[in-house]
């Protein structure tokens, strides 16, 4: 009986030990679990969180979405070193002539694969049937639209037209109005990408000085040249003729200009020999080259003028 009493006697010190051991370790144990669930619970909001590389809207670059050939070329010159593609939509061997057709009958084909694109540079305030803004919205519905032709602000800028103009000319082809859209350019790409600001001025200012330039030497090897005035029948070249220093002496090859020296002007990539003629790369077509490049062509094709 006694042997008895002292086995029930040391189980009973060894439940007591074991509870009180396990109430010490209960705190200890409960903080583990806390700590476990925190660290389960991040770790999977974090892989919800990811993005999914299949879906590639996400993972896509900064980019920019170009309607006219003038539009890519003063885009790319403005955001070059910032890392935003400058993307130009229309087939590249079409006129701009052939660019609302291209908007009208193939854009929507060409919708399903293009990018969530940014911003969208266009002219709607003077060419609307050129906007593909509605169509690119469709894609992304945060989409800026840039009008490079007018300011969008209050007294914002805008660009020097004839009065009464509706079809599309080459406006661009004026060395102010090339400065004007280069300045609105400028200014909407530094809000829309703020921490490229610093660079987009910089590229801002060279560009500036390029067109600066161009205009000075334009006028310089006109005269030089002893062109008493310019002549043209393109009525999509004259905001260029009209931004000359020299006056426009015709718009008919078969006008009288009996004793004058005229230069006549002509839209096209291709240099001509025939005398008197000068063939201007008016951006009617897409340009791979960069602003510089395109205004040197110019200036080397007036120099070969005979």
């Known amino acids: 009986m006694p042997g008895t009493l002292k086995k029930i006697s040391l189980s009973s010190d060894k439940n007591t030990f074991f509870h009180r051991r396990m109430q ?4 200890t144990l409960l903080v583990l679990v806390l700590v476990l669930g925190t660290l389960l619970l991040v770790l999977s909001r974090t892989v919800a969180a990811a993005p999914d590389s299949s879906s590639g809207d996400e993972s896509e670059p900064e980019s920019l979405a ?5 539009a890519h070329l003063l885009s790319k010159s403005l955001l070059a070193g910032t890392g935003v593609r400058v993307d130009y939509l229309p087939a590249k061997r079409y ?3 052939r660019i609302r057709y291209w908007i009208d009958k193939k854009l929507s084909e060409a919708l399903p694969g293009l990018p969530s694109y940014r911003a969208v540079v266009e002219t709607a305030s003077i060419w609307p049937e050129g906007s593909v803004y509605a169509n690119l919205r469709q894609r992304n519905i945060a989409v800026i639209p840039v009008d490079m032709a007018i300011q969008l602000k209050p ?6 037209r004839a009065a009464g103009d509706s079809a599309l000319d080459f406006f661009w082809l004026n060395p102010a109005n090339l ?4 300045s609105i350019l400028s200014e909407d790409f530094s809000r ?5 600001q610093p660079l987009i001025h910089q590229n801002q200012q060279r560009a500036l000085e390029q067109i600066t330039g161009f205009a000075l030497k334009l006028d310089d090897m006109l005269w030089q040249q002893g062109w008493d005035g310019v ?10 003729l009209q931004s000359l220093s020299l006056p426009m002496l015709a718009e008919d090859k078969t006008d009288d200009l009996d004793g004058f020296r005229c ?6 990539k291709k240099a001509s020999a025939e005398p008197n003629l000068w063939v201007v790369n008016g951006l009617n077509r897409f340009e791979s080259g960069s602003l510089a490049d395109w205004l040197e062509v110019n200036l080397n094709k007036l120099q070969q003028v005979q």
């Open 231 to 240: 002549c043209s029948d393109d009525s999509a070249l004259y905001p260029m």
């Open 95 to 97: 006129p701009v002539s």
């Open 66 to 70: 170009t309607v006219l050939p003038a």
């Open 192 to 196: 829309i990408w703020p921490e490229h």
């Open 263 to 268: 230069l006549w002007i002509e839209e096209g």
């Open 155 to 160: 007294d914002g800028a805008r660009i020097s």
């Open 179 to 182: 400065k004007v859209m280069v």
């Open 24 to 27: 010490s370790l209960l705190p």
